[in-house]
């Protein structure tokens, strides 16, 4: 059996490397590593395969984030609601533009925030709400739409998690992750369902408007070359990572099935044991399973952690600590206790291996190995 891991990039690199080696020796052939064709091929790819009308390149998924808020015209102290499970970025970029990040719980079953507790987060300063679409299921943007229409919010979709999944709104429009809200964000980080060879990210918007202020943000506030009209940033994706996003673009849908697959392997082996909850899809959306991710419930999470380790298959935690118990975040708003499901969460979900290239003989290896640490543990 070939080794486990949480993610296998090599081995789907040995599938496809004929395509991805002929792309990265166009880019440095043709010296363009910055700003080249390539970039434009891919962001014209990745506009026709998400049906949206601006994609914008960007350094990474961070930065993604950052630039969209920049673009908004937020005011130091106007509030954004993000939700308090998650990866840190979303809190993190909120809080260095001088904004107030405000957290809201999530929802037990899907990982993603809690539209009534939105609705019970907004003040008058309120001005964005930033939704996370967590571990590759859309949050419920049908509710979550509504609710910044009555009171005038954007709304800017945390999609790096999540590029692919659809959403099917209650008047049938069908809509890819990212691009239900003002704006959405990806990043392409080597293990993100569409992962390129280093840092990359990219901003989804029907807007022209913040189309182009996104644009001006991200090449140093500049629409005019050296008259500078904004404060920007300098966030590029580079050629070379281009060249292997739009290598693999057209395998998204396939990596997406994999994904599905072992996803669904892994939910019929669980399904009735007492001590693990399986994942759970929203209505109205698809998953695309970037984690795979259990509820344990009624054992020692650690020790099944090590005796899996032991066995060697690789666990992770995501995320141990939920944002409002973070040091850096720490604030005198909020206290342990505050946001009871995301605590309760923090401390009972288990992530195991989830890629593109998990074979039968593993994921049978998988199963019996928690199976037996769940019984033990
Ligand atoms: C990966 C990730 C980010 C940040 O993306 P980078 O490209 O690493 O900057 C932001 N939010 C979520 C939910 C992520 O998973």
């Known amino acids: 059996m070939r080794t486990i891991q949480m993610v296998d990039l090599r081995s789907q690199y040995d599938k496809i490397k004929a395509e991805i080696d002929a792309g990265i020796h166009e880019v440095i052939d043709s010296a363009a590593f910055v700003k080249g064709p390539k970039v434009a091929d891919f962001q014209e790819h990745l506009q026709q395969y998400l049906g949206v009308r601006h994609v914008i390149p960007v350094g990474n998924g961070t930065d993604a ?170 966030s590029r994706l580079d050629s070379i990572q281009a060249a292997v996003l739009d290598a693999k673009l057209p395998h998204l849908d396939d990596y997406i099935a994999a994904r599905r697959r072992a996803a669904a392997y892994y939910d019929e082996a669980f399904a009735g044991n007492e001590h693990i909850l399986t994942p759970v899809v929203a209505a109205h959306t698809t998953h695309v399973f970037h984690q795979y991710t259990l509820r344990l419930q009624g054992i020692d999470r650690d020790k099944v952690r090590d005796m899996l380790a032991a066995a060697g298959v690789p666990s992770m935690i995501y995320y141990p600590v939920p944002l409002h118990l973070q040091k850096a975040y720490r604030d005198a708003r909020y206290k342990a206790g505050d946001f009871p499901v995301a605590e309760r969460l923090a401390a009972c979900v288990l992530s195991l291996p989830m890629h593109t290239e998990l074979d039968d003989e593993q994921l049978a290896y998988i199963v019996e190995q928690v199976e037996k640490a769940v019984s033990n543990a």
């Open 65 to 234: 984030l950052q630039i969209a808020l920049m673009a908004l015209g937020l005011k130091p102290g106007d509030e954004v609601i993000t939700p308090t499970f998650t990866f840190i970025a979303t809190a993190e970029v909120v809080a260095l533009l001088g904004l107030t990040p405000v957290v809201v719980d999530v929802d037990f079953d899907t990982f993603c925030m809690d539209v009534s507790a939105v609705e019970r987060a907004i003040t008058p300063r309120t001005k964005a709400i930033v939704p996370v679409h967590l571990f590759g299921q859309n949050a419920d943007m049908e509710a979550l739409m509504a609710l910044a229409k009555r009171h005038d919010l954007f709304v800017v979709e945390d999609a790096c998690q999540s590029i692919g999944a659809a959403y099917t709104f209650a008047d049938g429009r069908t809509l890819k992750s990212g691009c239900m809200g003002h704006i959405g964000c990806t990043s392409f980080f080597p293990s993100k369902n569409l992962g390129c060879y280093g840092d990359g990210g990219a901003i989804f918007t029907n807007d022209d408007d913040l189309a182009k202020k996104m644009r001006a943000v991200a090449n140093h506030g500049m629409e005019v070359r050296y008259h500078h009209d904004r404060v920007g940033v300098n």
